[in-house]
């Protein structure tokens, strides 16, 4: 069975300061899929990023960047130079290619970005 | 807007009442997931859709829930004699490439 844990709960950081989320996995699958989807306040869940199993490439996007390693089970995110905007929730997630895109959440970080 | 679209937004329900979702996905997403999402948790996997066949259910959604998708576009998740355990929200996505999913806004029920 597919598993993920997120295990910070909670995160508080001072605006520009770097915060990294940790998310860590479990699966029999070779071949999956680690998402990232942040969750304002507003309440809409909004994709981030995809990562597949056999490409561990990490990945920057402006702000965010991505590491995955296989070898721990693990495919963390971090903030650089946080904002406010940032502050949300942040929720990791696996589906593997054997169950079609089924999805299997963490149960989230919440980050705040104190001004 | 060409995102996803779900109605109604709220629904507040009595005990005992049936209730139905609709679900809007992205005109090209040939897939639809429903999740439930409780305060403090991830969203939980409820059913998909390929097209117009539901392929996959979860052991979560009880005989009183039901879902479709006629035609393969929209989709309806329709809780039957609804329990105060019911209360949620209730996310739709659109499956995209490689199963990125897409989420709607939600619809938020409450059952008094």
């Known amino acids: 069975a597919q598993k993920v844990t997120q295990a910070q709960t909670e995160i508080s950081v001072v605006e520009k300061e770097d915060v990294t989320l940790d998310c860590v996995y479990e699966?029999?699958?070779?071949?999956?899929?680690l998402f990232w989807y942040k969750q304002p306040p507003s309440g809409e869940l909004v994709f981030l990023i995809r990562?597949?199993?056999?490409?561990?490439q990490n990945e920057i996007s402006g702000r965010y960047s991505w590491n995955f390693q296989k070898s721990t089970s693990s495919f963390n995110f971090t903030i650089t130079a946080s904002q406010v905007v940032d502050s949300a929730v942040y929720f990791c997630?696996?589906?593997?290619?054997?169950?079609?895109?089924?999805?299997?959440f963490g149960d989230g970080t919440t980050l705040t970005v104190k001004p | 807007d060409t995102g996803v679209s779900q109605d109604p937004r709220h629904k507040i329900t009595k005990r005992g009442q049936n209730v139905t979702f609709r679900c809007d996905p992205i005109?090209?997403?040939?897939?639809l997931y429903w999740y439930r999402q409780t305060l403090g948790q991830g969203p939980e996997f409820l059913t998909y859709?390929?097209?117009?066949?539901?392929?996959?259910k979860s052991r979560l959604l009880s005989d009183r829930f039901s879902a479709e998708r006629p035609k393969g576009s929209f989709s309806t998740l329709e809780i039957q004699r609804t329990e105060q355990g019911d209360s949620a929200m209730y996310l739709c996505?659109?499956?995209?490439?490689?199963?990125?999913?897409?989420f709607g806004p939600g619809t938020r029920l409450t059952v008094t």
């Open positions: 859709f390929q097209n117009e066949a539901q392929l996959e």
């Open positions: 005109s090209e997403h040939n897939r």
């Open positions: 997630a696996l589906s593997e290619y054997t169950n079609a895109g089924k999805s299997t």
């Open positions: 699966t029999r699958d070779t071949t999956y899929y």
């Open positions: 996505a659109s499956g995209g490439k490689v199963y990125e999913q897409y």
């Open positions: 990562r597949n199993s056999f490409d561990e």
